[in-house]
């Protein structure tokens, strides 16, 4: 199956993971996936995650271990900001808040990499806003 969007994707499926309630998901890898599951892990929105080779071909995959909070997800939504399609570019003071500054996460691919928002403000990064995660 060809994804258009595997970052959208990737934030799909861990969405419906936590809505069904499921300990573990499995998605295809790439690097940005990988990058973007790594993030997460740092800021307490996912328990884990491993890079695996699948059982019947050479194929990556890669397992991400959800959190849950008594009982509670630890993501609640997420938003795609920046789209195949329409690309979505802030300076470091034009980096919107989330909820109106209520909690949450704001996620930029800048030229260091991909980070957060509080991460970008300190460094005095602009970049493409990937997503929302609250």
Same mark, same amino acid.
């Given at each position: 199956?060809?994804?258009? $969007?595997? /970052?959208? $994707?990737?934030?799909?499926?861990?969405? +419906?993971?936590?809505?069904? =309630?499921?300990?573990? /998901?499995?998605?295809?890898?790439?690097?940005?996936? &990988?990058?973007?599951?790594?993030?997460?892990?740092? &800021?307490?929105?996912?328990?884990?995650?491993?890079?695996?080779?699948?059982?019947?071909?050479?194929?990556?995959?890669?397992?991400? @271990?959800?959190?849950? @909070?008594?009982?509670?997800?630890?993501?609640?939504?997420? =938003?795609?900001?920046?789209?195949?399609?329409? =690309?979505?570019?802030?300076?470091?003071? +034009?980096?919107?808040?989330?909820? =109106?500054?209520?909690?949450?996460?704001?996620?930029?691919?800048?030229?260091?990499?991909?980070?957060?928002?509080?991460?970008?403000?300190?460094? +005095?990064?602009?970049? @493409?806003?990937?997503?929302?995660?609250?």
């Amino acid at each position: 199956m060809v994804v258009t $969007d595997p /970052v959208a $994707d990737f934030l799909i499926r861990i969405k +419906n993971g936590y809505l069904a =309630r499921k300990k573990m /998901v499995v998605i295809p890898w790439s690097k940005i996936k &990988e990058n973007l599951a790594t993030l997460l892990v740092k &800021e307490g929105y996912l328990k884990d995650s491993k890079i695996k080779r699948s059982k019947d071909s050479k194929i990556q995959i890669l397992e991400v @271990e959800l959190k849950y @909070e008594d009982k509670k997800p630890a993501l609640i939504g997420v =938003r795609r900001i920046s789209k195949p399609g329409v =690309r979505i570019y802030a300076k470091t003071k +034009n980096i919107p808040l989330i909820r =109106r500054g209520q909690g949450g996460l704001t996620i930029l691919s800048t030229s260091q990499g991909l980070m957060t928002h509080e991460e970008a403000k300190k460094k +005095n990064q602009g970049g @493409e806003i990937i997503c929302q995660i609250w």
